[in-house]
């Protein structure tokens, strides 16, 4: 395993982060989750890899991610050679301060520590004042309950105006952003990739494999999370048509170095300057699979030749209203 560090912290991460909206009681978020037992087999193997960052959410599967992923590490490692993140908007009153300081005690009491080291605000939340936000978030690092901070999915705008109230008040600013962003959906390289480079903000993107896509070379697939992932068809099936071209690329080159096709995908996105992107896996094999990307160079022509049939998509991951309360699946395909 390789190491990075996040943003401009002491914090190392491996370049791989374990993500786990897979983990929790199944039918609560997902059908195809996986159980306690199942969970801490892969978050083991995970650590055997030595991947050391793990990303979950208070809203993961009722708060059973959390639970799995804290009893998990309580057993197989030690508290201090974990990275945990953890997420937070939700949940009732987004990213009001009232809310920040009740769900950060929730999140440490599922997860079994007294710290997270690093907490993600999860959207970008419509109707509370950004000063409000980045205020309750700098009190949690000050309090020591909280290491580092980080933003997930949203407008180059709102990510650059948070960060900049942060600077001009001196509290903590963003070292991570968890992004969508993959060889199926790059709109992110337009505004706010290019903000994180600016202020040395570490890209952990989400959905690395576009739900898969990038990782088998028909677009459906038969496993039980590819019938019943809504979420998934929502963000990708309507652009299958350009889309399977990319595909058809990514196949061509793994046939050219002998590798995965998961293994290309992953690897495109350290060539594109990717602290940790997030493997979400069900199986202990594809972290394996995810491991071996690090030895699969791409050169630039390859890169090339990857990105040349992308065109642009519709915006998904970052919204544009809060959405009703109690909506958790984004993008579903009703």
């Known amino acids: 395993m390789q190491y990075t560090k996040l943003g401009n912290t002491d914090i190392e991460v491996s370049k791989l982060c374990l993500g786990c909206m897979s983990f929790g009681k199944a039918g609560t978020m997902h059908d195809w989750t996986l159980n306690e037992e199942e969970s801490e087999a892969v978050i083991k193997h995970a650590l055997e890899l030595g991947i050391n960052f793990f990303d979950t959410a208070n809203g993961y599967s009722s708060g059973t991610s959390e639970e799995y992923l804290g009893r998990a590490l309580k057993r197989n490692v030690q508290r201090d050679k974990a990275v945990i993140a953890s997420k937070v908007y939700f949940n009732e009153g987004r990213l009001s301060r009232k809310a920040i300081l009740r769900e950060i005690d929730g999140t440490l009491k599922r997860l079994g520590t007294d710290y997270l080291d690093l907490y993600i605000i999860h959207r970008f939340d419509y109707e509370t004042p950004v000063e409000e ?3 309750a978030l700098d009190s949690l690092v000050k309090s020591g309950k909280v290491r580092a901070l980080g933003a997930s999915a949203m407008y180059g705008y709102q990510f650059h105006n948070m960060q900049l109230v942060a600077r001009d008040n001196g509290w903590t600013r963003f070292s991570a952003m968890e992004n969508h962003y993959n060889l199926l959906y790059r709109e992110d390289e ?3 990739i290019p903000i994180c480079r600016q202020m040395n903000v570490s890209l952990m993107p989400y959905s690395p494999l576009a739900g898969g896509h990038l ?6 697939s038969d496993s039980l999370r590819g019938r019943t992932d809504r979420v998934a068809k929502g963000k990708y099936d309507r652009m299958e048509q350009q889309d399977i071209l990319i595909v058809k690329r990514v196949k061509e080159l793994a046939e050219k170095y002998g590798c995965k096709m998961s293994q290309i995908a ?6 594109k300057g990717v602290a940790s992107p997030i493997i979400g896996a069900t199986k202990a094999n594809y972290l394996d699979d995810a491991a071996g990307a690090l030895s699969v160079e791409l050169t630039d022509e390859d890169t090339a030749y990857l990105e040349e049939l992308y065109v642009p998509h519709p915006i998904v991951g970052a919204i544009d209203k809060n959405p009703e309360q109690g909506v958790i699946l984004l993008d579903e395909k009703k």
């Open 215 to 220: 990782a088998r070379e028909q677009w459906q």
């Open 266 to 271: 992953v690897a495109w996105e350290w060539k």
């Open 190 to 192: 337009r505004e706010l």
């Open 133 to 135: 936000t980045m205020e």
